[in-house]
């Protein structure tokens, strides 16, 4: 079982950054893969960015690409977000989720574990 607290969301202008945090619990944290969803109200479930267990490997949306960097401290069983540039587009509740197998995918549905959510407001 893994259980996820998501933190750092807020409103923020058009341009700035944010860095949204994910703690974990769990031993055994280092074995899954990690990312980050995002969804507005009355859309699906959207694909942000995914890291591998080892935190070698990262993915993320052509929409992100180039502004947001995923990162991963097994150590401290926490995952990152960094959101720079950010673009009134970009507002949605963020989630952290887990997956046990390190396979990397994008469906939402191929994860396990899910966070609350945190909000993220972009004005422009």
């Known amino acids: 079982q893994v259980q996820l607290v998501e933190s750092g969301g807020g409103l923020v202008q058009a341009g700035g950054s944010l860095r949204l945090s994910c703690a974990a619990s769990?031993?055994?944290?280092?074995?899954?893969?990690m990312a980050w969803f995002r969804q507005v109200p009355g859309k699906e479930r959207d694909f942000v960015a995914s890291?591998?267990?080892?935190?070698?490997?990262?993915r993320y949306d052509d929409s992100v690409q180039g502004r947001f960097t995923i990162s991963r401290v097994n150590a401290k069983s926490m995952v990152y977000l960094q959101m720079n540039s950010l673009k009134p587009e970009d507002t949605a509740v963020y989630y952290c989720a887990a997956r046990s197998s390190n396979y990397d995918t994008q469906r939402p549905s191929n994860y396990e574990y899910w966070g609350q959510g945190t909000q993220v407001t972009v004005s422009s």
């Open positions: 890291i591998s267990s080892s935190g070698a490997m990262a």
């Open positions: 769990g031993r055994t944290f280092s074995s899954y893969r």
